[in-house]
């Protein structure tokens, strides 16, 4: 049974090693959702994990099955009926059974609920065009922005700007 609730400091450890295990290095891999290929960088950080947690802006909801962390995705109040979503990831061998789709689901609705959003918006990497095509195939839709991409890194990758009606 999947349980879903907001993640506190005491969590960091857990949730920081679900991240990169989802997004960067060979386990990544066993998954679908992966950057792995793309960057071997450290997906994020203690610090920035604690920080985002104790953010009255923002909300990391964590779902755990049978006692296991095994996804998570962090929404953050942009103000004026808008929402950002972003770190969305699951346990690599758990992709493909609906967690993601849930916690997506989820995040919209305490979106709305949380922070009276109205539009829910998130930003993909260029060159995950299966990625952005599942986010598209949920009610997402390409705003036709492009943003930089977010790290002092150099790569020739941009991000997505895809967004949906919620609430």
Known sequence: MIRFRTATAA?????????????RGASARRGWTHEA?????ERTSDAELTATIADAKAQVLLARIDGKLA?????????????????????PDLQSEGLGRALLADAEDMAAEEFGAKVMTMTVIDARAELIAYYERRGYART????????????PYQMVVLERAIG
């Open 11 to 23: 969590d960091v450890p857990a949730l920081r090693a679900l991240v990169e295990s989802a997004y």
């Open 37 to 41: 290929d793309l960057l071997d960088d």
């Open 71 to 91: 996804g998570t995705v962090t929404i953050r109040d942009l103000g004026k009926g808008r929402a950002y979503l972003g770190m969305l990831c699951v346990d």
């Open 144 to 155: 036709g922005e492009l943003r930089p991409f977010p790290l002092p890194v150099d790569v």
